[in-house]
C-alpha cells in the first residue's frame, strides 16, 4: 500500500502516512465503511514484518532504501546484506541514500531511483574517519587499496569473496571487517595484510554489520531468527535475540529493540549496551505498545495501545475508537493522555510537554440512496406505468380491399376495416381514375398504406420503448441505492496539548478528502451539498457511487482549511480542483499540488496564523517527481521535473525562496549532494551504460559516457565509479583508471546524497 499524497510506501495497517501524515481513508465498498481487518499495527518506526526485521520509519525507512540500491549493485561500505537486514538505524548509518543503479538498463534504474530518501549527516562515519578503499575483482578476490595514487599495490584480503560481499574499515581505517561469500564476518588490521595475515572469523551466518564510530562492530545473524551481537576487537557478546525492529543509539553507546508478540502485535521496548558489561544488561523501556510515535531513544516516549479487534470490526455498530495514547521516562510507569481514539498524527515532544492531533471516527449507517439526487423519478414513475405494445402486423396490414358502391375500403388480417380515401388513391396511382381502380390495384394502395401506418406506429413504439429501457435502468440503479447499505464515515478533528478534554476543531470530515502536514489541514465535509454526490441519471452502474464517494465528487462541494486550530473555508478558482499533496516549507509557506479539470498545479500560499493565503501559482504544466528536501543550510525546499517528455526526461527543477529555477534540462535522474548541494545528473541511459554529468553553473560537465556502476562520491567533484569493468577514479577533471575487472568497490568515507527521477 502506498500512500496517495507523497507515495511512500505503508503497512496494510497504516491508518495515517508515517512520513506526510496523510489519512489512509477506509475502502468504501465495505459495507460497514470500516477499515479493513488488520494485525495489531506495528509501530510506525516499523515496516511490515516479512521474514527480516522491520525497518525504523522515518530513520531506517531511508537506509534500507540504501541498503537495498547498495547490495543489488554490491557497491559502497553498505553493500551486500544491508537489504536483508533492513539496516538499523539511518541516523546511524551514513552515506548515500536511494541510489540508482546504472547496470542493469532503464527499468531497473527507474525502480530504484524513485526512492527518493534522504540520510542524515554527512560522510559515512564522519568527518573524522580516515579514507581506504576496497575492491573485488572478477576471480573473486577481494582486495584492498590504503589509497587511489598510481603506484600503490593492492594487497589481498581474501580470495573466497562473490558478489554478496561486503567492506567496511574501522574508524582510523587500520582494521578492516568484510563478509564473504559464505555470509561469514572476518576482520583483520590492515598492517598484516602485507604479510600475508589471515583474518579472524567473528560469526557464521551474518546478515550485514556495522562499524560503529566507537570501534565496536554490531551485527546481525540469522538461524531462524535473527540475534544482534557486538564485537569489541576480542570477544562477541549477544546484544538480542528474535526482535522485530532495532535502532542504534546516536551516541553508538545503546542498542533498543522491539519484540512483539505475533499473535496481538503487542510490542515491548529494550536498550542494552553496546559493551562487555552489556550482555543480559537489558532494560525494559515500555511495554504493551501497539504504535510507537517517538524515536525509541528519546527521553520522553510516546505510544498507543489499540485494542481494535479484527474478528469482532464487521460486526454491527463496532466502535473503531480503540487506541489509548499514553507517555512515559523509559523504564517508569506510563501517563494515559487520551484514550478511545481512532488514531492521532503530528506528536511533538518539547520540554517534557506532548501534543498531536488525534481523530474520533463516526460512523453513520445510510444507504447509498442517501447520496445521490433523483431528478427523473416522477417522469421514471410516469413511464414505467404506461404499458408497451408492440405493433402487430395483423392490425395494420390488409386482407382484402373492396368498393362498397361508393366508397373503397379495406379489411386488415385482425378484421378491422378502414377507408382508403381519394387523396390516398391519387398518391400512390395518380395514374388511375377513381372509376378504374380494381379490387387487385386497390389492395397495392391499400398496403402502401398501411406500411405507412406501421412505420409510424413502430417509431413511435421504439421512441416510447427507448424512454421505458431508461428509465427501467435507472430504476434498477434506484431500487439497488435504496437496498444496499453503506457506513459512512466522518472524523471529528481534536488538538492534544496536554489536556484530553478539549472540543474538536472541525468535525465532519471526510475522510478520503482529506490532506494534512505539519498541523495544517485541507479536508471537505459529508455533509456539503447535502451530501449529495451525483444524480441517479448520471450513473451508469450503481456502483458508480463508491467512486465518487472516494473522490468526494459532491458538486458544489466547499473545501476547509484548519490552520492554528481555526476552521474557515477554503476556496479554489476551479470548483473541481482536488489536492494530491500539501508541503509546509520551513513553517511559513505551503504549496499545493492540486488537480484541476484534468490539469496538475503547484499553487504557493503564506502560512499565517490562522488560515492560509494564495500568493502564486508555482507552475501549471505538466511536472513530475515531486519531492520535499532540505538545502545545505536546512532550509526546505522542492525538487521536480519539469517539462517532461512523458516518458523518462525532464528538467530538474528546484523551488526555493518563492522561485522556481531550472537546475539542468533534459535528464533522466539528478544526485544532489547533502554537505555541499554539489549536482550531478544523468544524462543518457543504454540497457549497460549510463552518461553522468556534474552540473557547474550553467554548464554539464561529461564524468563518463560509459559508468556500468553507482558512483562513490569521495568529494564534491571526486568519485569512484566502474566504467566498462574498470575502476576509475575522476577528480573534476579527468578520470584515471585505479583497478581492472572490478566487480564492485568499497570506500571507507563516502559522501552522503540523494537521488531524484521524474519516475
Known amino acids: 500500500m502506498f500512500c496517495k499524497n507523497c507515495g511512500k510506501e505503508l503497512p496494510e495497517s497504516a491508518k495515517f502516512c508515517s512520513s506526510c501524515g496523510t489519512p489512509v481513508a477506509p475502502a468504501p465498498e465495505e459495507p460497514e465503511g470500516q477499515r479493513p481487518a488488520e494485525d495489531a499495527a506495528p509501530a510506525p518506526e516499523s515496516a511490515p514484518v516479512t521474514e527480516e526485521p522491520a525497518v525504523t520509519a522515518g530513520e531506517s525507512t531511508q537506509t534500507a532504501a540504501d541498503g537495498a540500491a547498495a547490495g543489488t549493485a554490491a557497491v559502497g561500505a553498505e553493500a551486500a546484506g544491508a537489504e536483508t537486514a533492513g539496516a538499523a538505524d539511518a541516523g546511524k548509518r551514513r552515506g548515500k541514500s536511494g541510489l540508482f543503479l546504472l547496470i542493469a538498463g532503464v527499468v531497473v534504474v527507474v525502480l530504484v531511483i524513485v526512492l527518493l530518501v534522504k540520510l542524515l549527516g554527512g560522510a559515512i562515519g564522519g568527518g573524522s574517519r580516515t579514507q581506504a578503499f576496497a575492491y573485488l575483482n572478477d576471480d573473486y578476490e577481494l582486495l584492498y587499496l590504503s589509497d587511489l595514487k598510481e603506484k600503490t599495490e593492492a594487497l589481498e584480503i581474501t580470495d573466497e569473496a562473490d558478489y554478496g560481499a561486503d567492506v567496511q574499515f574501522s574508524p582510523n581505517a587500520k582494521t578492516l571487517y568484510f563478509l564473504d561469500g559464505d555470509s561469514t564476518l572476518y576482520t583483520i588490521p590492515v598492517s598484516e595484510l602485507k604479510d600475508n595475515g589471515r583474518p579472524d572469523r567473528i560469526a557464521r551466518d551474518v546478515e550485514t554489520f556495522w562499524v560503529l564510530d566507537t570501534g565496536n562492530v554490531v551485527y546481525l545473524e540469522y538461524d531462524g531468527e535473527y540475534e544482534a551481537s557486538m564485537y569489541d576487537g576480542e570477544e562477541s557478546y549477544t546484544l538480542a535475540k528474535n526482535f522485530y525492529n532495532w535502532r542504534i543509539g546516536d551516541d553508538d553507546k545503546t542498542f533498543y529493540y522491539v519484540e512483539r508478540d505475533p499473535d496481538d502485535g503487542i510490542m515491548t521496548l529494550f536498550s542494552v549496551p553496546i559493551s562487555r558489561d552489556g550482555e543480559n544488561q537489558e532494560k525494559e523501556l515500555l511495554d504493551g505498545a501497539t504504535d510507537i510515535y517517538t524515536s525509541y531513544d528519546a527521553d520522553l516516549l510516546v505510544y498507543a495501545e489499540d485494542d481494535y479487534d479484527p474478528d469482532a470490526a464487521y460486526t454491527e455498530d463496532y466502535d473503531f475508537n480503540t487506541m489509548t495514547v499514553y507517555s512515559c521516562k523509559p523504564g517508569e510507569e506510563p501517563t494515559e493522555l487520551v484514550r478511545d481514539v481512532y488514531d492521532i498524527t503530528d506528536v511533538?515532544?518539547?520540554?517534557?510537554?506532548?501534543?498531536?492531533?488525534?481523530?474520533?471516527?463516526?460512523?453513520?449507517?445510510?444507504?447509498?440512496?442517501?447520496?445521490?439526487?433523483?431528478?427523473?423519478?416522477?417522469?421514471?414513475?410516469?413511464?414505467?406505468?404506461?404499458?408497451?405494445?408492440?405493433?402487430?402486423?395483423?392490425?395494420?396490414?390488409?386482407?382484402?380491399?373492396?368498393?362498397?358502391?361508393?366508397?373503397?375500403?379495406?379489411?386488415?388480417?385482425?378484421?378491422?376495416?378502414?377507408?382508403?380515401?381519394?387523396?390516398?388513391?391519387?398518391?400512390?396511382?395518380?395514374?388511375?381514375?377513381l372509376s378504374e381502380l380494381d379490387e387487385y390495384t386497390a389492395w397495392n394502395v391499400a398496403y402502401e398504406v398501411a406500411e405507412a401506418s406501421y412505420d409510424a406506429a413502430y417509431e413511435e413504439y421504439s421512441t416510447k420503448y427507448d424512454e421505458w429501457y431508461a428509465a427501467s435502468d435507472r430504476q434498477y440503479i434506484r431500487e439497488k441505492l435504496q437496498e444496499i447499505t453503506y457506513g459512512q464515515s466522518s472524523y471529528s478533528l481534536y488538538h492534544y496539548t496536554g489536556s484530553a478534554d478539549s472540543e474538536p476543531i472541525a468535525t465532519d470530515i471526510n475522510p478520503s478528502q482529506l490532506v494534512t502536514s505539519n498541523g495544517v489541514f485541507l479536508y471537505q465535509k459529508n455533509t456539503e451539498a447535502g451530501g449529495k454526490v451525483a444524480d441517479v441519471a448520471d450513473l451508469d452502474y450503481y456502483s458508480d457511487i463508491y467512486d465518487l464517494l472516494e473522490t468526494g465528487s459532491a458538486e458544489g462541494a466547499v473545501w476547509y482549511q484548519n490552520v492554528g486550530d481555526t476552521e474557515s473555508p477554503f476556496e479554489f478558482d476551479d470548483e473541481e480542483t482536488t489536492v494530491a499533496r500539501m508541503c509546509v516549507l520551513n513553517d511559513k509557506e505551503v504549496v499545493l499540488y492540486v488537480h484541476e479539470g484534468g490539469q496538475s498545479a503547484l499553487l504557493s500560499y503564506s502560512l499565517g496564523a490562522n488560515a492560509l493565503t494564495f500568493t502564486d501559482t508555482i507552475l501549471d504544466d505538466d511536472f513530475a517527481g515531486l519531492t520535499q528536501s532540505e538545502d545545505t543550510k536546512g532550509n526546505d525546499v522542492l525538487y521536480l521535473f519539469t517539462d517532461v517528455d512523458g516518458e523518462s526526461y525532464g528538467d530538474f527543477s528546484c523551488y526555493a525562496n518563492g522561485e522556481l529555477t531550472v537546475v539542468a534540462k533534459e535528464v533522466l535522474g539528478a544526485i544532489v549532494l547533502d554537505e555541499s548541494g554539489?549536482?550531478?545528473?544523468?544524462?543518457?541511459?543504454?540497457?549497460?551504460?549510463a552518461e553522468l554529468s556534474l552540473v557547474d553553473g550553467g554548464d554539464l560537465v561529461t564524468v563518463s559516457d560509459e559508468l556500468t556502476s553507482d558512483p562513490v562520491f569521495l568529494e564534491d567533484k571526486q568519485l569512484l565509479y566502474v566504467c566498462d569493468g574498470d575502476l576509475y577514479v575522476w577528480d573534476g577533471k579527468e578520470e584515471r583508471r585505479v583497478a581492472r575487472d572490478v566487480e564492485a568497490f568499497w570506500a571507507a568515507v563516502e559522501l552522503s546524497y540523494n537521488t531524484y527521477s521524474p519516475y
Open 678 to 689: 554539489t549536482t550531478y545528473v544523468v544524462t543518457d541511459l543504454s540497457s549497460s551504460a
Open 348 to 433: 511533538k515532544v518539547d520540554g517534557g510537554k506532548v501534543s498531536f492531533y488525534y481523530y474520533i471516527q463516526e460512523n453513520e449507517k445510510r444507504t447509498l440512496y442517501d447520496f445521490v439526487t433523483d431528478s427523473m423519478a416522477a417522469q421514471d414513475a410516469q413511464i414505467l406505468a404506461e404499458e408497451l405494445e408492440y405493433p402487430a402486423f395483423d392490425d395494420f396490414y390488409p386482407d382484402e380491399a373492396y368498393f362498397d358502391g361508393t366508397s373503397w375500403y379495406y379489411t386488415t388480417y385482425s378484421g378491422e376495416t378502414f377507408p382508403l380515401s381519394a387523396e390516398q388513391i391519387a398518391e400512390y396511382v395518380p395514374d388511375v381514375p
